[in-house]
């Protein structure tokens, strides 16, 4: 069962110039995944799962729906009621040809990462710049949470799901209509080191690119507990006459966590 999309996610950012050009541009970087700080997220080497007779019969039953010529498809590729050994070589073949298109996909993807929480310690520490930086609250009814009619702007949203093993891949999820979905499925996996982070990703093609977003969708900001005067200046004058709500998150006095009060 998909789980349900949160009302709102989050983007947490260091206080940079990019992230600064970004907000005034209400714009949101993609980024390639060779750029993540994670060596097994978005690795491109997922093993192929066991290759069982039944595997072997739904990949058949589905190519050959799709052969121009089903009676050469059945005497080359099956006999005496079941898949032939070229017919199991070829599907092998076939999927290291895949995994060499996937490694193509990926490198071209964009990717940008949210979290549902908004005051979690490690997340400001390692993606905020030491609580120096900010975060963005967006409304997900907003795009580019929600599609569009424009082709050009569909991005498409996916949640990190998180395991002690890499994903496996399927003789069934090879075929070549299903590598785009299997590219978003296999960069949506993470260890489980990570499920504190709760994340989920946009994909957008191509990466290293910023895409706008509805000026509606950001509904608010948060300021890091050490974030240094200037740049709370900077990011109110860049929200001067807007409705974005702005925060500034605080330490609490008697526990371990950091909490928001809303300043604007």
């Not at 490694?103 to 979690?120: Q, T």
């Not at 997340?123 to 009814?141: I, N, P, R, V």
């Not at 504190?196 to 969708?217: C, I, M, Q, T």
Request: glycine residues 4%.
């Amino acid at each position: 069962m998909k789980a349900p999309l949160p009302s709102k996610l989050y983007k947490y950012q260091s206080c940079n110039e990019n992230a600064r050009n970004n907000l005034r541009g209400r714009s949101i970087w993609f980024s390639k995944p060779e750029s993540f700080n994670d060596p097994f997220d978005c690795n491109v080497n997922f093993p192929l799962g066991d290759i069982t007779e039944e595997s072997l019969e739904l990949l058949f039953t589905s190519l050959r729906e799709k052969s121009p010529n089903n009676k050469d498809f059945d005497r080359i590729y099956h006999s005496d009621g079941k898949v032939t050994k070229l017919f199991k070589e070829h599907a092998i073949e076939s999927f290291r040809k895949a995994a060499s298109k996937l490694g193509d996909i990926f490198a071209s993807l964009g990717v940008v990462c949210f979290a549902e929480k908004n005051d979690d310690i490690l997340m400001w520490s390692h993606y905020a710049a030491s609580h120096k930086g900010f975060c963005l609250e967006f409304d997900t009814t907003k795009f580019p949470f929600t599609s569009t009619n424009n082709l050009d702007q569909n991005v498409v949203l996916e949640r990190v799901s998180y395991s002690n093993s890499l994903p496996l891949v399927s003789l069934e999820d090879i075929k070549p209509n299903h590598l785009p979905v299997l590219s978003r499925k296999l960069l949506s996996v993470k260890s489980l080191h990570w499920s504190y982070e709760k994340e989920w990703r946009l994909f957008s093609n191509p990466g290293d690119v910023a895409h706008p977003y509805d000026n509606a969708a950001l509904t608010g900001i948060y300021l890091g507990c050490k974030i240094e005067d200037d740049n709370k200046k900077i990011i109110r004058s860049i929200l001067q006459g807007t409705s974005t709500s702005i925060y500034e998150m605080e330490k609490s006095k008697t526990e371990f966590k950091i909490a928001p009060r809303e300043v604007r």
